[in-house]
Every structure is written in structure tokens, then in C-alpha cells.
């Protein structure tokens, strides 16, 4: 062990202790060696930037060029709430000035430009990609550009719609250990990429998959038909939102009952995020992503749904990829 910490500089060593007796040397050398990306600095992404910033990673890397709204500040703990202090900067802006305070052994920055111009050049400098609040073409396509990289960049998309939150993982060919019987066994499994989970037929799958599986992927074509940005909704387009369920179950031979009016209502009428949920969420998030860096422990395989009116929070590998 006194070999792997010489790896940590003394300050990292000393900063990190409880960490490293939680998952050891070798997991907190990887976090403090990789780069991450997000974009889209919702409430449930900033709560994951505040964990693995804490977590101690490499760099952080921030892209949101919006200005600070009402609906942002409900979630987004990062931005002052002083208006004087906010006026003229981006988001990404402000949650970098307040990042760097959690954890100055982080480097934390900003990059400028939507999401939908970054190419395969920029995304390779990154051991993780998270996504959200980007529309279906957007998300589609990032994803996919990792999917395709030489090196595996892990990618993730997160989205909080009232009380509800879903992730979505992509790790590639992703090869892990774990200890069974007192023996360490290697482990390996294959996820697809976005568009290609998203396109495995309902019909074949599990006949108790979460109902909010159904009702997101509803809403995203609703707002990719209409051109909208993610979360642009409102109840005056449940009609429209009912009539297209009614189009997708059918081609899909799946009972409209699976995605029940009220859950469709809950995630299309509210524009703000649920706290709470971002906490959950985003917390979920950063553990997967320690373990994918790590490479310890049983990763998610490829969503994660939460519900605030269960409390449940439910796994479900949708692929017709084998592990």
C-alpha cells in the first residue's frame, strides 16, 4: 500500500483519508487522474458535480451558456442568490466560481458553445461525458460520438422532470472486478449506445418495466416534433402529448395503460425540479461514475428511474445486447 500512496501527492493523501479506507489508493489515484464533462447545469447536475468535486477528480469541466432564470434558481444551489452577483455571467460561469470553493485540489472550468458542436476531438480529452437537459438529436448524437471513440469515454444522460429522474448509462465494453466467495472475479458487459436501446421493440420487453421508461421516451418525441427545448411543456399540451402515446403504443402493440394520463400530466406540466429528487438522483450518478472511473463495484446497467411518489428507485437493462 505505502508504494500506491507515494502515486497521491502528500496533501492529496492527507485530504482524501476517508475516502481512501472507504474504496482504497488505487480507486482515489484513478478519480484524481480522470476529466470529466457536463453540460446542462440543472439541479440534479450540479448536485453530481458537487459530489465528485468533493469526490476529488482531475478536472471538471462545465458547458451552459444560459443566463440565470427564476426556474434555474429553484434547484441550483451553486448560484448566489443575490441578483448583483449573478448579472452577465452564464450559468456555467457561476457554478464554476462556487465549485472551486468545495474542493481546490480540483480543477474546475468553464467551455463555451452548445453542446450540439463539440466533435470526436473534444470529447476524447474526457474519461466522462453527462448530458442533460439537451434535446433527443442532441443527446442521440453526443452519445453516439463516444460510443465510437477509440478509448472508452463513459457517457451518462440525466434528466429530473418534477418528482420523477432517469439515467441512462453507456459504458461500451466495460470490464470490472468484483469479489464472490472470497475470490476476485472479473466481470465484463457490453451496453449500447442511446438510439440503440431506445430502439429495442416494447413488445420485448419485461411486461413490469417502470412505467416512467414509457413516459419518457413519449415526452422526448413530443418535444423533438414539435421543436421544443426539454422541458418547454405545459398542461395545455397533454392533449397533443395523449394523442401521440396513443400513435407510439399502437405501433408499438403496447396497452396505453402502461403510461397512465397522470404520470404524463406530473412530467409535462411542472418546469422546475424537485429538489429532493435532485439530491437522490444526482447522488446515484456520482456513485456510478466513482465506480466506472474506479472500476470497483457492480456498475448500473443501462437506466435508472426515481420516483418521488414511491420512493422506489428501479434498474432496468434495456439492450438487446448481451452482457
Same mark, same amino acid.
Given at each position: ?147 465510437? =471513440?477509440? #478509448? ?19 459504458? #461500451? ?29 416494447? #413488445?420485448? =420487453? ?5 412505467? =416512467? ?111
Amino acid at each position: 500500500m505505502g508504494t500506491e500512496v507515494e502515486q497521491l501527492t502528500e496533501q492529496e493523501t492527507a485530504i482524501y483519508d476517508r475516502q481512501i479506507r472507504v474504496w482504497g489508493v488505487d480507486a482515489q489515484r484513478r478519480l484524481s487522474k480522470s476529466h470529466v464533462f457536463v453540460s446542462g447545469l440543472n439541479g440534479t447536475a450540479v448536485e453530481f458535480c458537487k459530489n465528485i468535486v468533493l469526490a476529488g477528480v482531475g478536472s471538471l469541466t462545465l458547458n451552459d451558456d444560459r443566463l440565470v432564470t427564476e426556474n434555474l434558481l429553484y434547484a441550483n444551489f451553486l448560484i448566489p442568490p443575490d441578483e448583483n452577483d449573478f448579472r452577465g455571467k452564464s450559468v456555467a460561469e457561476l457554478c464554476c466560481d462556487s465549485l472551486k470553493d468545495f474542493n481546490p485540489m480540483v480543477s474546475v472550468s468553464v467551455e463555451k458553445g452548445a453542446l450540439s458542436i463539440f466533435d470526436a476531438d473534444f470529447f476524447q480529452k474526457f474519461d466522462v461525458v453527462v448530458v442533460s437537459c439537451c434535446s433527443l438529436l442532441t443527446k442521440k448524437s453526443v452519445n453516439s460520438i463516444c460510443h465510437k =471513440l477509440p #478509448k472508452r469515454v463513459a457517457f451518462y444522460s440525466v434528466e429530473c422532470r418534477d418528482s420523477c429522474g432517469e439515467i441512462f448509462v453507456d459504458l #461500451k465494453n466495460y470490464s470490472y472486478c468484483k469479489k464472490k466467495n472470497d475470490e476476485t472475479i472479473e466481470c465484463e458487459l457490453r451496453y449500447p449506445s442511446f438510439e440503440e436501446a431506445i430502439a429495442v421493440p416494447w #413488445k420485448s =420487453l419485461p411486461k413490469r418495466l417502470s412505467k =416512467l421508461y414509457y413516459a419518457m421516451r413519449v415526452i422526448e418525441r413530443f418535444e423533438a416534433l414539435e421543436r421544443r427545448n426539454p422541458g418547454e411543456t405545459s398542461v395545455d399540451d397533454l392533449p397533443n402529448v395523449l394523442n401521440l402515446r396513443k400513435e407510439i403504443c399502437e405501433a408499438h402493440c403496447l396497452n396505453e395503460s402502461q403510461i397512465p394520463d397522470s404520470l404524463l400530466r406530473r412530467l409535462i406540466a411542472s418546469r422546475t425540479e424537485f429538489p429532493p429528487v435532485c439530491a437522490i438522483v444526482g447522488g446515484i450518478l456520482g456513485q456510478e461514475v466513482i465506480k466506472a472511473i474506479s472500476g470497483k463495484g457492480d456498475p448500473l446497467k443501462n437506466f435508472f428511474f426515481f420516483d418521488a411518489m414511491d420512493g422506489k428507485g428501479i434498474i432496468e437493462d434495456i439492450s438487446n445486447v448481451s452482457s
